[in-house]
């Protein structure tokens, strides 16, 4: 609740309505720990580096991903539309410690997998509502996700775990996400989600505040999930509720993000940070 006054008190002095800046998509990815764009793009093509190595007390759950996105907006006369079209690669890792100074688990806990999303997006602004969709194919394989986690700890000397995370998950799973919000005034977007994803099936609130001057834009969000089922974990570790935070800044091309989410497995006793700290945008 405090998390939803503090972002609604930030919007509240500002009268006029304009939606030109949030007509993309932003639904939930097939992941957890992604942000999102946070309603900072518009059309053209961005490519995100996502990476949540940086910080945090145990093995993490999503190591990292990158992802190239192509953003759509009509021209005049049907200018409430967005379409989004995107392709992410990701690493889950399983948890092999509890923290780093404790002793490894005898068996790791989760997946270990290696999974690209090929995904679609739709939103629509009706008056103060906006609606928004996305189909995902999110496939796991083998696409050198674990080699590059590999070159990254050898050259900052960090220990790898490689050989104690067990198997590779292979699958593939057809996803979405639906939404519908409204906006609470210019700066500020309610919506409310259903998402039914491999990693996990839940329903969420979500909350996003942004505001532009000039070539600057800031944005930041806050959802909290209903977690209900997963295909990846046992359900039976999965916690209640799941809560992340998000802010950003975007200036021209350029554009990066932080989130922290809170832990969301019964046996990964930490939330984890991520920093999206490389996000190129080229605008046409």
């Known amino acids: 609740m405090w998390n939803f006054l503090f972002l609604l008190s930030l919007s509240l002095g500002f009268s006029s309505w304009s939606h030109a800046d949030w007509k993309?998509?932003?639904?939930p990815l097939a992941s957890i720990g992604d942000p999102g764009n946070l309603y900072l793009n518009t059309q053209g093509l961005t490519y995100h580096f996502n990476n949540n190595?940086?910080?945090?007390?145990?093995?993490?759950?999503?190591?990292?991903?990158?992802?190239?996105?192509y953003y759509r907006v009509p021209k005049e006369g049907d200018a409430h539309d967005g379409y989004e079209f995107s392709a992410n690669a990701r690493l889950l890792i399983p948890v092999v410690a509890t923290r780093f100074d404790q002793p490894k688990l005898a068996t790791p806990k989760g997946v270990y997998g290696d999974s690209i999303e090929l995904r679609t997006?739709?939103?629509?602004?009706?008056?103060?509502?906006?609606i928004e969709g996305s189909l995902s194919a999110d496939l796991y394989g083998h696409y050198n996700g674990d080699e590059i986690q590999k070159r990254i700890h050898r050259i900052i000397g960090s220990d790898n775990h490689q050989d104690d995370y067990g198997a590779k998950f292979y699958s593939s799973y057809f996803t979405g996400a639906i939404g519908v919000g409204k906006f609470l005034s210019p700066d500020f977007l309610a919506m409310v989600y259903y998402r039914n994803a491999a990693v996990v099936k839940d329903y969420m609130i979500r909350f996003n505040y942004k505001h532009q001057w000039g070539d600057w834009q800031v944005g930041a969000q806050y959802l909290i999930a209903k977690q209900i089922s997963s295909s990846l974990y046992e359900n039976d570790a999965l916690e209640k509720e799941r809560h992340e935070w998000a802010i950003g800044m975007k200036w021209k091309w350029y554009q990066n993000s932080f989130s922290y989410v809170s832990r969301y497995l019964s046996y990964d006793q930490f939330g984890q940070y991520y920093l999206d700290p490389l996000i190129l945008s080229y605008e046409f």
């Open 121 to 130: 997006g739709y939103s629509r602004i009706i008056e103060t509502y906006k």
């Open 24 to 27: 993309v998509p932003n639904t």
């Open 53 to 69: 190595d940086f910080a945090g007390q145990t093995d993490k759950l999503m190591s990292g991903s990158t992802g190239l996105y």
